[in-house]
């Protein structure tokens, strides 16, 4: 696939968003003029793209789409329910369309006859469908031709014009759709020199004469989405009053659409009465370039672009910064050895640096979740649909900023637990009703930062988890005992075993008992935790807890018995000597009391089995994650390090309590403990 190619597809995908995302908006809030043109902009883009390829499927379709949302914006048809359902499926078929097109693939039967419904019902909705087809003869078509004007377009680009996005060309490429051009020339009177051109920066202008029978409204529509970054007057060819003030503004113009032959503009060489002239200062040239020079520097402090990058790019340019920050590491590491006090600033430098580089690539990669997660409003909106229930979906702290690497590999598994909300979780309009609640359900996706994780809670105002029915099934599946002493939770946990399904009949939603152990699997995999909390009657809540990125993180070094551990740095709560004091108050127990709060220590040398060391003191590292704090027992603390995450391979990822490795400056290994399975371990052994 080619580069314009790849651009083309990206571009149709965040039209789709658009149109979709408005058309829920829609359905929630009702119909408004901003989302009305959002849907036309998104069409009417998808369109003419769509036709500089050649997909003339896309552009067929496209076509009719945009006619019926054009009379809507013009308020000649009015967008009910029933029309937002048919855009919602036209906006998956276009998508398929383009998918078909991009893969150089012929239409199938099944999707031949899908575009062929969906275009008679567009078809049907516009306006004029039921009126009858005017004859077309010889007298007709000359009245049609006597009906072509010749319109006078001057266009002038503004300095900002690049940061639209446009392309001049592809905009001007369209007028070949509606006429013919007959005369174009480009005005490069107001490029400066060479050494005070700014390249974000635009100068030219047109003038054309241009040859139609569409309207002025029509021609102004190919400009639609620049109108704010051009200067545009259309006006008829003959209107010789426009032309005489256009070329009154512009020095020179009357002179150079003379020699392009501009037939009209040779009728304003006519005698004028002389006029007394009041001399005015002349202002010099390096006066007005000065001017000029100011005016670039205010704009410029102004303006901000946007870039689109291939994230594979930034995935290698945090790649290399993670052998940076390990090489570094050793420069470090060589300096202390060498004590080489000139060597040790150079070093101390290009560490304050790389850290600096770090924390700005990685904000690249981080995005506001709510761009990604109005896509699940979509979903809610389908499901609910098939089961016949209304759903009121809810996003909150869609703006919490989230690794876009982690947001796309968590979209499959929020799926799979909304649809299980909607189809199990909340009841039917008729059994809410009878239980004296809302006919319609409640169900949000809140987000929001917490102890150096980002949390993403689904919550539910349901018939909450069936806790006997699951624990039942688990016994008769033989993944727990039958006397057993199971908490509430444990229990709510259950369901995310394989096989372990409590649904009545199976659905094509969900009801298999596959899936949410897929859904744990994948969560996990991002180094990230799962609960469930659930009262019968009232709803359940999934709670999920994720780390900001995937790549590098601020660790603690520390050590016990004969290895050196990683501890995230944004867990850490505090760390405190386990002085005689301490000692004393533990009596044989894994607890101390910490500021009149009993905080279980986990000894880290016992957990790992490793062999026992004499230490001049004993440290605890206090880590938190959510509601739980736990104490772990270690031997030394060396204090921060950056921390570049490496997998353990096959062998060791399972490795209970251990999510990955670094390499220290000195070539040694350290663990990275993951906090969350430790403190799991550590509760499981209290209760």
Same mark, same amino acid.
């Given at each position: 696939?080619?580069?314009?190619?790849?651009?083309?597809?990206?571009?149709?995908?965040?039209?789709?968003?658009?149109?979709?995302?408005?058309?829920?908006?829609?359905?929630?809030?009702?119909?408004?003029?901003?989302?009305?043109?959002?849907?036309?902009?998104?069409?009417?883009?998808?369109?003419?793209?769509?036709?500089?390829?050649?997909?003339?499927?896309?552009?067929?379709?496209?076509?009719?789409?945009?006619?019926?949302?054009?009379?809507?914006?013009?308020?000649?048809?009015?967008?009910?329910?029933?029309?937002?359902?048919?855009?919602?499926?036209?906006?998956?078929?276009?998508?398929?369309?383009?998918?078909?097109?991009?893969?150089?693939?012929?239409?199938?039967?099944?999707?031949?006859?899908?575009?062929?419904?969906?275009?008679?019902?567009?078809?049907?909705?516009?306006?004029?469908?039921?009126?009858?087809?005017?004859?077309?003869?010889?007298?007709?078509?000359?009245?049609?031709?006597?009906?072509?004007?010749?319109?006078?377009?001057?266009?002038?680009?503004?300095?900002?014009?690049?940061?639209?996005?446009?392309?001049?060309?592809?905009?001007?490429?369209?007028?070949?759709?509606?006429?013919?051009?007959?005369?174009?020339?480009?005005?490069?009177?107001?490029?400066?020199?060479?050494?005070?051109?700014?390249?974000?920066?635009?100068?030219?202008?047109?003038?054309?004469?241009?040859?139609?029978?569409?309207?002025?409204?029509?021609?102004?529509?190919?400009?639609?989405?620049?109108?704010?970054?051009?200067?545009?007057?259309?006006?008829?060819?003959?209107?010789?009053?426009?032309?005489?003030?256009?070329?009154?503004?512009?020095?020179?113009?009357?002179?150079?659409?003379?020699?392009?032959?501009?037939?009209?503009?040779? %009728?304003? =060489? #006519?005698?004028? &009465?002389?006029? @007394?002239?009041? $001399? +005015?200062? /002349?202002?010099?040239?390096?006066? %007005?370039? =000065? #001017?000029?020079? &100011?005016?670039? @520097?205010?704009? $410029? +402090?102004? /303006?901000?672009?946007?870039?689109?990058?291939?994230?594979?790019?930034?995935?290698?340019?945090?790649?290399?910064?993670?052998?940076?920050?390990?090489?570094?590491?050793?420069?470090?590491?060589?300096?202390?050895?060498?004590?080489?006090?000139?060597?040790?600033?150079?070093?101390?430098?290009?560490?304050?640096?790389?850290?600096?580089?770090?924390?700005?690539?990685?904000?690249?990669?981080?995005?506001?979740?709510?761009?990604?997660?109005?896509?699940?409003?979509?979903?809610?909106?389908?499901?609910?649909?098939?089961?016949?229930?209304?759903?009121?979906?809810?996003?909150?702290?869609?703006?919490?900023?989230?690794?876009?690497?982690?947001?796309?590999?968590?979209?499959?598994?929020?799926?799979?637990?909304?649809?299980?909300?909607?189809?199990?979780?909340?009841?039917?309009?008729?059994?809410?009703?009878?239980?004296?609640?809302?006919?319609?359900?409640?169900?949000?996706?809140?987000?929001?930062?917490?102890?150096?994780?980002?949390?993403?809670?689904?919550?539910?105002?349901?018939?909450?988890?069936?806790?006997?029915?699951?624990?039942?099934?688990?016994?008769?599946?033989?993944?727990?005992?039958?006397?057993?002493?199971?908490?509430?939770?444990?229990?709510?946990?259950?369901?995310?075993?394989?096989?372990?399904?409590?649904?009545?009949?199976?659905?094509?939603?969900?009801?298999?008992?596959?899936?949410?152990?897929?859904?744990?699997?994948?969560?996990?995999?991002?180094?990230?935790?799962?609960?469930?909390?659930?009262?019968?009657?009232?709803?359940?809540?999934?709670?999920?807890?994720?780390?900001?990125?995937?790549?590098?993180?601020?660790?603690?070094?520390?050590?016990?018995?004969?290895?050196?551990?990683?501890?995230?740095?944004?867990?850490?709560?505090?760390?405190?000597?386990?002085?005689?004091?301490?000692?004393?108050?533990?009596?044989?127990?894994?607890?101390?009391?910490?500021?009149?709060?009993?905080?279980?220590?986990?000894?880290?040398?016992?957990?790992?089995?490793?062999?026992?060391?004499?230490?001049?003191?004993?440290?605890?590292?206090?880590?938190?994650?959510?509601?739980?704090?736990?104490?772990?027992?270690?031997?030394?603390?060396?204090?921060?390090?950056?921390?570049?995450?490496?997998?353990?391979?096959?062998?060791?990822?399972?490795?209970?309590?251990?999510?990955?490795?670094?390499?220290?400056?000195?070539?040694?290994?350290?663990?990275?403990?993951?906090?969350?399975?430790?403190?799991?371990?550590?509760?499981?052994?209290?209760?």
């Amino acid at each position: 696939m080619t580069e314009e190619l790849d651009l083309f597809v990206e571009d149709v995908d965040e039209q789709l968003t658009f149109m979709e995302n408005a058309l829920i908006s829609m359905q929630e809030n009702g119909v408004d003029d901003e989302s009305v043109g959002a849907l036309f902009r998104a069409m009417h883009t998808i369109k003419g793209t769509a036709g500089m390829f050649g997909f003339d499927a896309v552009v067929g379709f496209a076509h009719i789409a945009e006619n019926l949302l054009s009379d809507v914006r013009d308020g000649k048809v009015e967008l009910n329910e029933a029309m937002i359902e048919i855009f919602l499926q036209s906006k998956d078929h276009t998508q398929t369309l383009v998918d078909l097109a991009v893969a150089n693939e012929a239409l199938d039967t099944q999707t031949q006859a899908k575009n062929d419904e969906l275009l008679a019902i567009l078809k049907s909705m516009l306006p004029n469908a039921n009126k009858e087809t005017p004859k077309i003869d010889a007298e007709i078509l000359a009245d049609e031709a006597e009906g072509e004007k010749l319109w006078h377009i001057s266009l002038r680009l503004k300095a900002n014009f690049f940061a639209s996005g446009m392309d001049i060309i592809n905009i001007l490429s369209f007028f070949d759709m509606l006429g013919e051009v007959k005369k174009l020339i480009c005005l490069d009177t107001n490029i400066p020199l060479l050494q005070d051109i700014n390249p974000t920066e635009a100068y030219i202008g047109y003038e054309s004469l241009f040859l139609t029978d569409a309207s002025y409204a029509d021609i102004e529509e190919i400009f639609e989405f620049v109108l704010d970054d051009v200067e545009l007057e259309i006006f008829n060819a003959d209107d010789i009053d426009m032309l005489e003030a256009l070329c009154d503004r512009e020095e020179g113009l009357k002179e150079k659409l003379i020699i392009a032959g501009f037939e009209n503009a040779s %009728k304003l =060489e #006519k005698e004028v &009465e002389p006029e @007394v002239v009041v $001399e +005015t200062p /002349k202002v010099s040239t390096v006066q %007005k370039n =000065e #001017k000029q020079a &100011e005016k670039t @520097v205010k704009k $410029e +402090t102004k /303006k901000s672009f946007s870039l689109r990058v291939d994230s594979t790019k930034i995935d290698q340019l945090i790649n290399q910064i993670s052998e940076m920050v390990i090489a570094n590491a050793k420069v470090t590491q060589r300096a202390d050895v060498l004590d080489d006090n000139e060597l040790s600033e150079s070093a101390t430098i290009l560490s304050d640096m790389l850290e600096e580089i770090r924390t700005g690539v990685m904000n690249i990669r981080m995005v506001q979740v709510g761009d990604s997660f109005n896509k699940f409003k979509r979903i809610v909106h389908d499901v609910a649909k098939k089961v016949d229930k209304e759903i009121d979906f809810e996003i909150i702290g869609g703006e919490t900023e989230l690794d876009k690497m982690v947001v796309e590999k968590i979209s499959d598994p929020l799926m799979h637990m909304l649809r299980n909300s909607i189809d199990h979780g909340i009841e039917s309009p008729a059994e809410r009703k009878s239980l004296g609640k809302n006919p319609k359900g409640h169900v949000s996706l809140k987000t929001y930062p917490d102890a150096g994780t980002i949390v993403i809670e689904i919550n539910d105002d349901g018939r909450g988890l069936p806790r006997d029915k699951i624990l039942a099934k688990a016994i008769a599946n033989g993944l727990v005992e039958e006397n057993n002493n199971l908490s509430d939770k444990e229990i709510y946990n259950l369901i995310f075993a394989a096989g372990l399904s409590t649904a009545e009949k199976v659905s094509d939603i969900s009801g298999r008992g596959v899936g949410m152990d897929v859904v744990k699997r994948n969560i996990e995999a991002l180094r990230g935790t799962v609960e469930i909390d659930s009262t019968a009657g009232e709803g359940s809540l999934f709670t999920i807890r994720l780390p900001l990125t995937l790549a590098i993180i601020d660790g603690f070094l520390i050590q016990s018995g004969n290895t050196k551990y990683i501890v995230p740095l944004e867990m850490i709560q505090e760390c405190i000597e386990l002085d005689d004091n301490y000692k004393k108050e533990m009596d044989g127990n894994e607890f101390i009391n910490l500021r009149d709060s009993m905080l279980p220590l986990l000894d880290v040398r016992s957990y790992f089995h490793e062999e026992q060391t004499q230490s001049e003191r004993e440290n605890v590292v206090v880590v938190r994650y959510g509601d739980y704090k736990v104490g772990m027992m270690v031997d030394e603390l060396f204090g921060e390090f950056q921390t570049v995450i490496k997998p353990l391979g096959e062998v060791f990822a399972n490795v209970p309590g251990i999510s990955g490795g670094t390499i220290l400056g000195s070539g040694e290994i350290a663990l990275i403990f993951d906090i969350p399975k430790l403190i799991e371990h550590k509760l499981r052994e209290i209760n």
